[in-house]
């Protein structure tokens, strides 16, 4: 397994994670958002969301570099 694999399973699973739990969060969040959700359910989707943006941007990366 080359470093290539490593990195493309590394962004695979954090987009099998993070889209989801950002997906969901963020429904959460907004039908709350009325009521004030909490700093935990903000903390959920902005940390979920951040995970899948850096596993895309890395995921981009590992196919950049096969070119």
Do not use: C, H, K, Q
Not at 12 to 31: D, E, F, Q, R, Y
Not at 51 to 59: A, I, K
């Amino acid at each position: 397994m080359t470093t290539r694999d490593t990195l493309r399973n590394l962004a695979t699973l954090g987009l099998a994670v993070g889209a989801p739990l950002t997906l969901v969060s963020g429904l959460i969040v907004g039908v709350t958002l009325i009521g004030g959700p909490s700093a935990f359910l903000w903390g959920l989707f902005l940390g979920s969301g951040a995970v899948t943006l850096v596993s895309l941007l890395l995921y981009a990366y590992v196919e950049a570099m096969e070119r």
